[in-house]
């Protein structure tokens, strides 16, 4: 067993702010920080591995942490990332602190990772035999793409039903005639591209967005938000509870509560969806271990394990063979759906993520 010791160098609350880090982000890193650990030893017996937690890691650990180790004999240790990993990747590589050694992001984070003047991400160095079985954009340089998932219309089936339930965002945005205690993310990703399309834009052409007429519409639904969910346990909470009769939710988190019994339902027009995907932080002492375990998640029969748990589409389509046609139907990449969904706008996030996120929140507090 390699012998794990502490890092002796400390980091500040004034060096992350120097970082250009803002105090939410410091405060959500410092305990990790502050009990981060680093390998001494070269033989690697764990890899630690964040995912975003709830069915994911149920699902992630069925499907790659425990057959990962069963075959190579390297202990996934799991954890899970906060609601922003960017200022946590720049400060663990900053100061070396390594507090995972493979992450689970999506392609706006790798944009603003990338952005940042220095390297934050390691090639993954993934090669496939059969690259066109893979959904576009799965697998890049630093990237290794696994699950597709989806923002939809959640909604409760007994307070809408047949013909009578919201299909889109038009509908969720008809007060009239559409009743019921609504909730959106309090993001502007996503968020700002809902309420464009609610407004009649295209969701071929969402992007760049259209600002300015993305907060005349949400102006038009503000009064009648009930909660503005942060976090996709709160929004399945949300929907299981009947606390809100419609409300925009991650389909993994809504299908969670469905098989849980909930009385809901998704409508998918409208849809957004979005790719997950393993990386590896610049310097990793256990880089070639996270290489390592990447390759062996690329495998269409192991992705299609996942959905088991995790309502997600693999970026594997041969996964498909592996997974009952029942449960196939339910996936954001199934053929109902995905002609539904439009693609989240990695690069435009990756651009206006922040500056944008500062105006959303000042608009929901205002």
Same mark, same amino acid.
């Given at each position: 067993?390699s ?17 250009g ?28 591995? %964040? ?13 790659f ?7 190579? /004999? ?5 954890? *899970? ?11 663990? *590589? ?7 050694d ?19 991400? $390691? !090639? ?7 690259p066109e ?12 793409? *696994?699950?597709?998932?989806a ?12 013909d009578?339930?919201?299909?889109? =965002? ?28 609610a407004d009649?834009? !295209? ?6 967005? !259209? ?16 909660? =503005?969910?942060? /976090? /996709? &346990? ?9 606390e809100?009769?419609?409300l925009?939710? =991650? ?13 809901? %339902? ?15 932080p ?7 271990a ?8 690329? +495998? ?7 959905? $088991? ?14 997974? +009952? ?8 990449t %199934?053929? +109902?759906?995905?002609?539904?969904? &439009?693609?989240? /706008?990695?690069?435009?996030w ?17």
């Amino acid at each position: 067993m390699s012998k794990l010791t502490e890092n002796k160098g400390k980091y500040t609350r004034r060096d992350a702010l120097k970082l250009g880090l803002s105090a939410a982000a410091v405060a959500s890193v410092a305990p990790l920080l502050m009990s981060s650990r680093t390998a001494q030893a070269a033989e690697v017996t764990t890899l630690t591995v %964040a995912d975003v937690g709830g069915p994911y890691g149920t699902g992630f650990s069925k499907a790659f942490y425990k057959p990962f180790e069963e075959a190579t /004999g390297i202990k996934i240790i799991n954890t *899970v990332l906060g609601p922003d990993p960017v200022p946590q990747f720049q400060m663990m *590589v900053d100061t070396k602190n390594y507090l995972f050694d493979v992450a689970l992001l999506n392609p706006e984070h790798l944009v603003r990772l990338n952005k940042l003047g220095k390297p934050y991400l $390691e !090639d993954i160095n993934v090669t496939v035999p059969d690259p066109e079985n893979y959904v576009k954009g799965s697998i890049t340089k630093q990237f290794g793409g *696994v699950s597709i998932f989806a923002l939809a219309l959640g909604y409760r089936l007994d307070a809408f039903s047949g013909d009578k339930a919201p299909k889109n =965002w038009v509908d969720f945005w008809n007060t009239e005639k559409f009743k019921g205690r609504r909730g959106l993310w309090r993001s502007p990703i996503c968020t700002l591209e809902v309420a464009l399309m609610a407004d009649g834009v !295209d969701p071929k052409h969402l992007y760049p967005l !259209d600002v300015e007429r993305a907060f005349r519409s949400l102006d038009k639904i503000r009064k009648s938000i009930d909660v =503005w969910w942060t /976090g /996709g &346990a709160q929004a399945t909470q949300l929907l299981q509870s009947g606390e809100l009769d419609m409300l925009s939710i =991650w389909s993994s988190r809504a299908q969670t509560a469905i098989d849980a019994g909930t009385p809901a %339902a998704i409508a998918w027009d409208q849809g957004l969806y979005n790719i997950d995907g393993f990386t590896i932080p610049h310097g990793s002492p256990k880089v070639e271990a996270a290489r390592k375990f990447i390759q062996f998640c690329m +495998d269409a029969k192991r992705q299609s394990v996942f959905t $088991e748990d995790l309502a997600c589409g693999p970026t594997n389509v041969k996964a498909y063979d592996f997974i +009952d046609k029942k449960k196939a139907a339910l996936l954001p990449t %199934a053929p +109902d759906h995905i002609g539904q969904l &439009a693609l989240l /706008g990695a690069d435009y996030w990756g651009e206006n993520q922040l500056a944008l996120t500062e105006r959303f929140e000042k608009w929901v507090m205002s």
